[in-house]
């Protein structure tokens, strides 16, 4: 299980959002080209990257940052963020991005989205932006007709890798994580036979507390858990954090 941290851009800056609000934003770095050779330097295994300002309608402002850090470290990217469309997706993999993190596509446009997914085996996973069991779409502006189980059930023989699952009251919170939602998740996952899909957790991380929840889990479909604001506020070190993830304690 890996430590992710997130470079969430708007306006090409590095900011929070508290529970995806678009303009609750509080920046937290001018220069996301030199965080993310910050998290390289720190030891991460890859970066999470969100265009905020393409969720919620406004593409292309953060463009040049993405392709600066791309450039500028050798850690595989997942980018997330207003990509509805498979020329989307076809440029940011041509820039290359290693994995996309698709939402409101996978909802409104399934049969697109698994093609592409049979084109882009293994590198795309569902967004499953989650409020109160519904699915969130369009910057999590907008309610969508399906569920967790719907989606599940959609991509369950699809190619995708797998999805990342955000807890929307959590994120951004410090509340810490949502367990029993967490564990939900993976029981359903695990009803469905889909073990070779992976699982990406992000929202409500605060402390080190919930890593160690987090591995009582011991759920090998967890592939990662997404620090954002734990880490800018100075919560979480990510080098002890992944020393925790590794641990066999």
């Known amino acids: 299980m890996q430590i992710i941290p997130a470079i969430d851009l708007k306006d090409n800056k590095c900011v929070r959002l508290s529970e995806g609000v678009d303009d609750s934003s509080t920046v937290f770095n001018n220069d996301p080209e030199k965080q993310a050779i910050f ?5 991460c295994k890859k970066l999470h990257v969100v265009d905020l300002d393409a969720a919620f309608g406004r593409p292309d402002i953060n463009i040049n940052s993405i392709k600066k850090i791309r450039n500028s470290v050798n850690i595989p990217i997942q980018l997330g ?14 820039l290359g991005i290693n994995n996309l993190i698709i ?25 499953l932006d989650i409020k109160e069991n519904i699915v969130m ?34 994120d951004g919170m410090l509340k ?25 957790l992000a929202g409500g991380l605060t402390d080190y507390n919930d890593l160690n929840e987090l591995k009582k889990l011991n759920s090998e479909s967890i592939e990662g858990i997404i620090s954002g604001k734990s880490f800018y506020v100075g919560n979480i070190d990510l080098e002890k954090a992944q020393n925790i993830l590794n641990s066999n304690a």
Do not use: C, H, Q
């Not at 998290?39 to 030891?43: I, L, M, S, T």
């Not at 910057?139 to 929307?168: A, F, Q």
């Open 39 to 43: 998290f390289e330097n720190a030891g």
């Open 81 to 94: 963020g207003g990509i509805r469309t498979n020329l989307d997706a076809d440029r940011y993999f041509n």
């Open 103 to 127: 939402g409101s596509m996978s909802v409104n446009n399934p049969e697109s989205l698994k093609r592409l997914a049979d084109k882009y085996e293994n590198k795309i996973y569902v967004s």
């Open 137 to 170: 779409i369009n910057g999590w502006k907008e309610k969508s007709k399906l569920t967790l189980e719907d989606i599940l059930t959609m991509y369950n023989k699809s190619k995708i890798r797998g999805y990342v699952i955000t807890d929307i009251k959590n």
């Open 176 to 200: 810490g994580l949502n367990i029993n939602f967490i564990k939900e998740i993976i029981n359903k996952i695990r009803t469905m036979n889909e073990e070779n899909k992976k699982l990406i």
